[in-house]
């Protein structure tokens, strides 16, 4: 059956499977089901089985909406090469050309500006936070993480609630980061958000974070190693700070030896997104249409969140009770996330211009 053919099979189906991006009010699935499965596939790129259980997401997919082939490119990719795979299909039908992409928070607005990607408001929109979409439906923020503590609890007996806790006595020798803020982003992000609990605005987080990693350092519980797995189990690093869903799979990775907690810090709670977006050139529109809908569907968002990466619409699924127990068991509390913010390209730039070039002289810790 030819894209033409559907068309004229339905009038309901006609605003579904115009590929105009304007919004609807109502998306008819069964329409857009319909006119998925006449075009028979969707071409991702850049997802890896093993991250965000996205291995499940797409077999979780392909048993819903039966009849469509689900063609994966690159599965190791970035972000900039999949940006380069829909500039170099431009009207490529064929199957190297990428329906739909998932990239880092900044490639969302370029690629809007540079034509690339298609606007498509997708039905449950309205829970998904402001300043993690776009305006027009172009792009939308599809998971996150929050920076967090992993805390061995076989050294650690008070358990700190928040960044100004790591400051005791108690954590003298304890605390690391998992990355150098001079080069990596988590650790940047770690600097910022310990900035903003400090109750600094955006634009002043920056300097307040460093000015916190100061003083943590001046009195000695910073300890200037990258902290990872190995250094938190032997000791040397009983805290590490780091994305919650990387400390997720390292605590279940030590299967209760050494026994470890995850603490989402009170305040200060920075989430780093990816965002989602159909290309401008998508040959397979409906296709790209309904994976988004899918994504962006309760089923599809508890999908991302059983592989340790929470999903944009987590306070909406957490509030109405649509996630089973058993998986918020496996979790730091729902409420911690609540106070989660999304900082802006342009906040995050501006963050990273100070982290990274006052470091060495604020905070005097050469981290290796």
């Not at 490639?107 to 776009?134: C, E, H, M, N, W």
């Not at 992993?150 to 690391?176: F, S």
């Not at 080069?183 to 958000?193: D, E, K």
């Not at 919650?244 to 390292?250: F, T």
Request: glycine residues 8%.
């Amino acid at each position: 059956m030819t894209f033409k053919n559907v068309l004229a099979g339905s009038v309901s189906m006609l605003a579904v499977l115009s590929v105009s991006g304007r919004a609807f009010a109502q998306t008819d699935l069964d329409a857009l089901y319909t006119a998925a499965k006449a075009e028979g596939q969707l071409t991702t790129i850049a997802l890896p089985h093993d991250w965000c259980g996205y291995g499940a997401v797409i077999e979780g997919f392909k048993a819903k909406y039966p009849g469509i082939t689900v063609n994966e490119l690159n599965p190791d990719a970035g972000s900039a090469d999949e940006i380069e795979a829909i500039k170099a299909n431009q009207g490529n039908t064929g199957p190297q050309a990428p329906d739909v992409i998932d990239v880092g928070l900044s490639f969302g607005p370029s690629a809007k500006a540079d034509g690339l990607i298609q606007p498509y408001k997708v039905s449950t929109r309205d829970s998904i936070p402001d300043d993690a979409k776009d305006a027009e439906g172009y792009w939308y923020g599809d998971y996150y993480s929050v920076m967090a503590m992993l805390v061995n609890k076989d050294l650690v007996t008070t358990i700190p609630t928040d960044w100004a806790d790591l400051t005791n006595d108690e954590y003298a020798n304890a605390v690391a980061l998992a990355g150098d803020p001079r080069a990596s982003a988590r650790a940047i992000q770690s600097v910022y958000a310990a900035g903003l609990a400090t109750g600094a605005d955006a634009a002043g987080a920056a300097d307040a974070g460093l000015k916190f990693f100061g003083e943590l350092n001046a009195k000695g519980n910073f300890v200037p190693v990258i902290g990872k797995s190995a250094s938190l189990a032997q000791g040397t690093t009983p805290i590490v700070i780091a994305r919650d869903y990387n400390l997720l799979a390292r605590r279940d990775s030590f299967r209760g030896n050494p026994e470890a907690e995850i603490v989402v810090p009170a305040t200060g709670v920075v989430a780093g997104v990816y965002v989602r977006a159909i290309s401008a050139y998508a040959p397979h529109p409906n296709a790209a249409k309904l994976w988004m809908e899918y994504l962006y569907s309760d089923e599809g968002q508890l999908g991302w969140l059983k592989g340790y990466c929470h999903p944009i619409r987590f306070n909406d699924t957490a509030a109405k009770g649509a996630i089973p127990q058993d998986l918020l068991d496996a979790l730091p509390p729902a409420a911690a996330y609540e106070k989660a913010v999304f900082p802006t390209i342009d906040e995050q730039n501006a963050a990273k211009e100070v982290i990274t070039g006052q470091w060495d002289t604020a905070v005097g810790a050469n981290v290796q």
